[in-house]
Structure formats: structure tokens, C-alpha cells
């Protein structure tokens, strides 16, 4: 089966026209990303062609979208990886502060499992009492008036 061709945009509105198409028959949540996608896709064309296929276009925006998701994860197994070795040192040395630190900056930079794995080796370490590795906040005492 051909596809039908479509001529390359030579201006902002055709470009713009163009990602809207896309977009719309592909269902594209996110209109920006998509112009940034096919502006790549654009210049990777020869310079001898004026003309592609949409098909063509919403192809190179699925792999990128693809790309994208295959290194998220990758760095969400990386991170795991160096959190699970870091819990490990930790119940080896339990008194070394650092990798309790670091710990704690993946935690606090929203990285659940980090989180997860802190508040495990807090209960462990704490099981009956109050304290916790996990500081608390200033906070001013309040006067009674």
C-alpha cells in the first residue's frame, strides 16, 4: 500500500499545522514535544527531499517517546541497584554516617524506593522507641498569650 506523501513545511504556520495533524490522528498529548520530534526528524531528511509521509513522522515520534521510557527505566534500575548496595554497606557498618546521608538524599530527592529502604533500616534500628534518622523540622514553640 503507498502512503500519501506530504510536502515538508517552509513556514512556521505549515509547521504548526503540521504538528496539529499529528497530534490529532495520533492522539499526541503533548503538542511542544511533538514539534521537537519532527524538527529533528526534518533535518535528518536529505537535503534532495521536499517531501515524506505522516506515517513517516508519527513513527519518529513513537521511537523517541520509546527512547525516552527505555532510559527512565534503565535509570530506575540503576538507582535501585545503588540504593540496594548502600543498604547493604549499611548493615555491614551501621555507624557510617555517609551512606546513610546519601541514603537519604535519594529519598529526599523523591526516589520512593530509596524511601522505602530508609524507613526500613530506621525500623530496624529503632523498633520500640521514638527516635528516628529522619530530622525533624524547626519549628518555633508557641507562647500562650
Known amino acids: 500500500m503507498f502512503s500519501k506523501k506530504v510536502r515538508l513545511p517552509i513556514s512556521v504556520a505549515e509547521y504548526d499545522t503540521l504538528v496539529a495533524k499529528l497530534v490529532k490522528k495520533y492522539g499526541f498529548e503533548d503538542q511542544n514535544h511533538v514539534a521537537a520530534v519532527i524538527s529533528v526528524a526534518i533535518r535528518h531528511i536529505d537535503n534532495q527531499t521536499a517531501h515524506t509521509t505522516i506515517e513517516y513522522l508519527a513513527g519518529c515520534i513513537w521511537k523517541q517517546m520509546a527512547n525516552h521510557v527505555a532510559s527512565h527505566k534503565g535509570d ?38 530509596a524511601k522505602t529502604e ?23 514553640p508557641q507562647t500562650s498569650a
Open 76 to 113: 530506575l534500575i540503576k538507582h535501585q541497584v545503588q540504593v540496594d548496595n548502600m543498604v547493604a554497606m549499611f548493615k555491614q557498618e551501621p555507624n557510617n554516617q555517609q551512606i546513610l546521608d546519601e541514603l537519604r538524599k535519594y529519598a529526599d530527592g523523591g526516589f520512593e524506593y
Open 118 to 140: 530508609l524507613a526500613k533500616l530506621e525500623a530496624a534500628i529503632t523498633p520500640a522507641s521514638n527516635l528516628s534518622l529522619v530530622p525533624i523540622p524547626n519549628v518555633e
